[in-house]
């Protein structure tokens, strides 16, 4: 099985960024767990600023890939664009989150990406991710 994680803006920060919502592990820290622990799954990870890379990545795994585990960040509440690549593509996608995005702001409860995923898991920090693959499994 072939999976990727793709992960948007401000996500290279982990661990430094705003610790007391998003924790203090980095998230390199947190894939070299993951790929140890999930030997069986091919498990790839990309992290862009930009929303055009992330939509090219979606485009480009989204047609041979098994999954995408999408956190697409800030632009998960702006970009028609993810939106519309996830509609474009084969693979399945599941939406993720480390914070609960339903009980922080309002414009943190509007979402271009769940209308399209397969799922959305939510709130449960890191683990969030490990759900994600649980779900693919
Ligand atoms: C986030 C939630 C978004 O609202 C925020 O812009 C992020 C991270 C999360 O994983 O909790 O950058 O996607």
Do not use: C, W
């Not at 290279?12 to 960024?17: H, I, M, Q, V």
Request: charged share 20%; glycine share 8%.
């Amino acid at each position: 099985m072939k999976l990727i994680i793709i992960n948007g803006p401000n996500l290279n920060l982990l661990g430094k960024r705003e610790p007391e919502i998003y924790g203090r592990n980095s998230f390199e820290d947190f894939f070299r767990t993951l790929q140890m622990k999930y030997r069986d799954i091919e498990l790839e990870y990309f992290q862009s600023n930009v929303e055009g890379e992330l939509i090219s990545k979606i485009q480009e795994v989204g047609f041979s890939y098994d999954g995408v585990i999408l956190n697409a960040a800030a632009y998960t509440h702006t970009s028609i664009g993810i939106g519309d690549a996830i509609k474009a593509i084969e693979t399945p996608v599941i939406e993720v989150h480390i914070s609960n995005t339903m009980e922080r702001e309002d414009f943190r409860h509007v979402s271009y990406i769940s209308p399209v995923a397969k799922g959305v898991i939510l709130g449960f920090g890191l683990q969030s991710y490990e759900l994600a693959i649980h779900s693919f499994l």
